[in-house]
């Protein structure tokens, strides 16, 4: 069997789901605006330039999962998923994810966004398996912080090997399709490497190591 892995933000969404999870929670009250809107800003700039500090980020993403009731967080969660999230899902993402499961592949999400976020995501899509940063939860309540190894950058090829040698059958061929050069260690790890609407350094590695470039948001299907 064949394992097709998929990155999630800007790859099948057109959009950050983290960032934008942070904008509705300052649009609905839960932070403060001034506050958490910049700081938001600040990591987003950090993610782009290949800096982030992924266990700083988790920390002030996961906070309101601390000070607020969950049962509050869930509800704002399924609106977000809502009214955020499926309306940026990328044209073409829907009928990619239907190739590959025609095909017989395997498919998994992974992503440096947290479960928390990203588990309603992936059910939207359709997609059982997914491999995401994971919040910390002692005594049946979140942390702030990460248990594990964090879902980004080399923690990437971490969390997929140690998934993929826990599956029953060992896969023959990984693909792995993603926009950031922040999966870089991934897309060189996987049989198949695929650049979607890529950021400008992955689009030059794309281009040195002859990796197949497409977009999933444009009128003309790229598959």
């Known amino acids: 069997m064949n394992l097709t892995l998929f990155d999630l933000d800007h790859t099948l969404l057109a959009g950050d789901s983290d960032y934008l999870w942070g904008r509705f929670l ?63 899902v990328a044209r073409h993402a829907r009928a990619l994810i239907a190739h590959h499961r025609d095909r017989g ?14 588990e309603p995501i992936a059910d939207l899509l359709d997609i059982d398996t997914l491999i ?29 090997q140690a998934w993929t040698a826990a599956q029953p059958q060992p896969f023959e061929h990984v693909t792995f399709y993603s926009d950031s050069h922040n999966d870089l260690p991934l897309l060189r790890w996987a049989d198949t490497a695929i650049a979607v609407d890529p950021d400008e350094r992955l689009a030059e590695a794309a281009r040195a190591a002859d990796w197949a470039i497409i977009s999933l948001r444009g009128e003309t299907r790229p598959f």
């Open 132 to 160: 995401a940063t994971e919040p910390e939860v002692v005594d049946g309540l979140y942390s702030g912080e990460i248990a594990g190894t964090p879902s980004f950058q080399d923690g990437k090829i971490v969390r997929a």
């Open 105 to 118: 592949d395997a498919l998994a999400i992974i992503t440096a966004t947290n479960r928390f976020i990203t």
């Open 26 to 88: 300052v649009d609905e009250g839960v932070v403060d605006g001034e506050t958490y809107a910049r700081e938001n800003e600040r990591f987003h700039a950090q993610y782009q330039a290949g800096n982030l500090d992924i266990h700083a980020y988790q920390r002030f993403v996961l906070a309101p999962l601390r000070e607020q009731p969950l049962p509050r967080m869930h509800d704002l969660r399924a609106r977000y998923v809502r009214t955020r999230i499926a309306p940026i």
